[in-house]
Nanobody
Framework: QVRLVESGGGLVQAGGSLRLSCAAS????????MNWFRQTPGKEREFVAA????????TYADSVKGRFTISRSNAKNTVYLQMNSLKPEDTALYYC???????RGQGTQVSVSS
């Protein structure tokens, strides 16, 4: 059974930082491209960042470019999202997903206070 488990969310003040983790089990993700998404109630899911299987290529939404960094450790079967200079508008449920599959995690809540 494939599981993706996010962690690292929490409440932080504007300008602060958090590091999210997405740990995979039941599947080796070293050959998978991975995405981070975020969602707030009543809004469409928003793409945040993507990383290819090797970590050599990354893509970011304009809204987070220069503030967030996606990375991965294939040895740990884990993908990360380093979030700096957080803003209240970054408040959302963040979850990871394996590209071109239906596998996604349950998410971790990030709340940024002004």
């Amino acid at each position: 059974q494939v599981r993706l488990v996010e962690s690292g969310g929490g409440l932080v003040q504007a300008g602060g930082s958090l590091r999210l983790s997405c740990a995979a089990s039941g599947r080796t993700i070293s050959a998978d491209d991975m995405n981070w998404f975020r969602q707030t109630p009543g809004k469409e899911r928003e793409f945040v960042a993507a990383i290819n299987w090797s970590g050599g290529s990354t893509t970011y939404a304009d809204s987070v470019k220069g503030r967030f960094t996606i990375s991965r450790s294939n040895a740990k079967n884990t993908v990360y999202l380093q979030m700096n200079s957080l803003k209240p508008e970054d408040t959302a449920l963040y979850y990871c997903a394996i590209v071109r599959t239906t596998y996604r995690g349950q998410g971790t809540q990030v709340s940024v206070s002004s």
